[in-house]
């Protein structure tokens, strides 16, 4: 510090011009030119609902459907008594402040199971679970009855944060339910369609009632009539969802985006629009790891995945995960472990174009199940990605740590090990497109007026 007394106060101290659309933040913020001009994701798409929780993830989720279906017909038996259900499932059986345990499963064996209400859930990234989805009593802590109803076949939703815990994320693209920690901090989850008049009466019968409508605002939708695009309100859904993945936005509004939600550039053109929506269906379904990609999850890989994260064993096949990849925390959360794994350089027949190189990384890995099985060549930047303040793989490999799952995984859990690999390094090599279009719509943007 005392060297600094004789020095010019410009090469010491740096002019703050804080913005008042953050919080007005003394520290630097880093944002494009245009960023506070463009419209704010709720200013284009205004409901959105939070995440479910359940607070007992353990008894209302799990990844056998089957398993999940057993579970909770014994719950609601009449003739499993509250002592037995204990020693089943310890936590549905516990009462905390706002939890009375018994008086809760009395009152639900009144009226029974509801087989049908076990969904699809997205769990964490790229891991897709079963979920007990309960609309009555707090056996689900936060069950967000009108998200629910929201959630239909044809439905897609972008979850993505309004302040993040740490650095700001790309949003996700799911079809099914959502859990809160879909984002590190509170996932916030935007639907395209909305019913407009969902029947609370539907509980038990799933959604019913009028057709869909887009969930935009009226500014929105004066944008796309403006495109004559008013009847395609998908166009600026995946143009949005291909923007926020530029890993150029990320870099040039890192200020901004850690105080508020994302603001979102629009076309000026048609063309540049419909353009940019035909990246954000590529990146959607590579997201989406119910949806099969040719090229990466389907048929023959492309060249460049073809030898990306293979399953190898050096004897006798063993898919049991013993490799320290995860092991139980406090209140039964799974904390990730350091796991085996191997860096090296690439194999002679592994060795990719340095154009490719560049993005995917100089090194690669070999992810160990246990000694004898593993997964060969995972690119340095395929194992690092991170999405919603996770990093993929490994958060995907913690919870299923054999300690914790209680079994090896089935062949196809280990082929899907390959199949997210893939899709990662697939999202990666789509970056230079994806920041391609983002500054050509930066250079010419439709002229945005908050209403």
């Not at 200020?255 to 550039?265: E, F, I, K």
Request: hydrophobic share 35%; glycine share 6%; net charge positive.
């Amino acid at each position: 510090m005392l060297k600094t007394l004789d020095q010019p106060r410009e090469e010491v101290y740096t002019t703050l011009r804080p913005r008042v659309e953050v919080g007005l933040p003394f520290l630097p913020a880093k944002t494009a030119s245009a960023f506070f001009k463009w419209p704010l994701l709720p200013e284009l798409f205004p409901v959105s609902f939070p995440g479910v929780k359940t607070s007992r993830d353990d008894f209302l989720v799990d990844m056998d459907r089957d398993a999940l279906t057993r579970r909770m017909e014994k719950y609601f038996d009449l003739k499993v008594s509250h002592d037995e259900m204990r020693r089943i499932a310890p936590s549905v059986m516990e009462n905390t402040v706002q939890f009375s345990a018994e008086l809760v499963r009395d009152e639900l064996r009144k009226r029974g199971f509801l087989k049908k209400n076990i969904v699809r859930y997205c769990y964490r990234p790229f891991d897709i679970r079963w979920l007990y989805w309960e609309p009555q009593t707090d056996l689900l802590d936060r069950n967000r009855t009108e998200y629910f109803l929201q959630v239909f076949e044809g439905n897609t939703w972008i979850v993505a944060q309004q302040k993040p815990r740490r650095e700001w994320s790309e949003p996700q693209f799911i079809r099914a339910i959502g859990c809160l920690d879909l984002m590190d901090r509170s996932a916030s989850c935007f639907p395209l369609w909305l019913k407009p008049n969902p029947d609370p009466a539907s509980l038990f019968d799933r959604v019913a009632g009028d057709a869909p409508k887009a969930n935009l605002t009226d500014a929105a939708k004066e944008y796309l009539a403006s495109q004559r695009l008013g009847n395609k309100p998908e166009a600026l859904f995946y143009h949005t969802l291909a923007v926020l993945h530029s890993r150029g936005y990320r870099t040039e509004n890192a200020g901004a985006l850690r105080q508020d939600w994302p603001r979102v550039p629009l076309p000026k053109s048609r063309e540049a629009l419909l353009a940019s929506a035909e990246l954000g269906q590529q990146v959607a379904a590579l997201l989406d790891t119910e949806t099969t990609v040719p090229g990466v999850t389907q048929g023959k890989p492309r060249s460049e995945l073809g030898l990306l994260a293979e399953l190898h064993y050096s004897g006798t096949p063993d898919l049991r995960v013993i490799g320290g990849w995860g092991h139980g925390g406090k209140g039964g959360v799974t904390m990730p472990g350091k796991g085996k794994m191997l860096t090296r350089g690439y194999r002679t027949e592994e060795e990719l174009e340095k154009p490719l190189l560049d993005l995917l990384g100089k090194t690669t890995h070999d992810i160990y199940l246990n000694d004898t099985a593993y997964w060969r060549n995972v690119p340095e930047k395929v194992w690092d990605y991170t999405i919603g303040g996770y990093q993929v793989l490994k958060k995907w490999l913690s919870y299923r740590e054999q300690g914790l799952l209680g079994r090896a995984l089935t062949t196809d859990e280990a082929r899907e090990v390959t199949h997210i690999a893939r899709r990662v390094a697939a999202l990666i090599l789509l970056q230079p497109e994806l920041d391609a279009n983002y500054q050509r719509v930066k250079a010419a943007t439709h002229d945005w007026k908050s209403k």
